[in-house]
């Protein structure tokens, strides 16, 4: 069963009403596309900008709860824990060893919102296009090698447009090694 977006669609229906393997494949393809439409429209306006808020020095807790002229004290008193406790966090964000859960909970006490989000270099098309490149360029490098052993050796020109070739198909087929350096 896949599930995208809260519909599951049943792929095994598909096999017993007569469907290959293809159209399976074409399924998955198709929620693959629809799940990078949504990861590239919800970065859509960070990667014209290619700006991302950077944590200011100390960190979002303290410098958040300074801004708002409140105490460590006032704020364990909200989260109903120990000002060491709020310390510790203040600490831990700034190792990058805090939990989400621990930093909504103190931006809803701080009366802020808690943002995060994995933000790809690129568009999401970018990342897949690089890899798909990166595995070609291998594949293609390994190949030549073996041809020249022959007395085979592609052109430069050949290279390139097998390189270009195999990208496209890498990028349609989606091999179960595509991630797979």
Not at 64 to 84: C, F, H, P
Not at 142 to 164: D, V
């Amino acid at each position: 069963m896949l599930t995208f977006l809260g519909l599951s669609i049943h792929l095994c229906i598909l096999s017993e009403f007569g469907y290959a393997k293809d159209s399976i494949m074409v399924v998955k393809s198709v929620a693959s596309k629809l799940y990078r439409d949504i990861v590239n429209n919800a970065l859509a306006g960070w990667l014209e900008r290619d700006k991302f808020i950077s944590p200011p020095p100390g960190g979002w807790i303290f410098c958040i709860r300074k801004s708002l002229n409140m105490s460590g004290a006032q704020l364990a008193r909200k989260l109903g824990v120990t000002r060491a406790r709020v310390a510790k966090a203040e600490r831990s964000e700034l190792d990058g060893a805090i939990t989400i859960n621990s930093m909504r909970n103190i931006a809803e006490a701080l009366g802020c919102k808690f943002v995060y989000a994995i933000v790809p270099v690129g568009d999401i098309d970018t990342v897949l296009l690089k890899q798909a490149r990166k595995k070609a360029e291998a594949i293609i490098k390994t190949t030549n090698q073996h041809m020249a052993l022959e007395g085979q050796e592609l052109s430069g020109q050949k290279i390139s447009y097998e390189i270009a070739r195999l990208t496209e198909q890498l990028l349609r087929d989606m091999p179960h090694d595509f991630w797979e350096n």
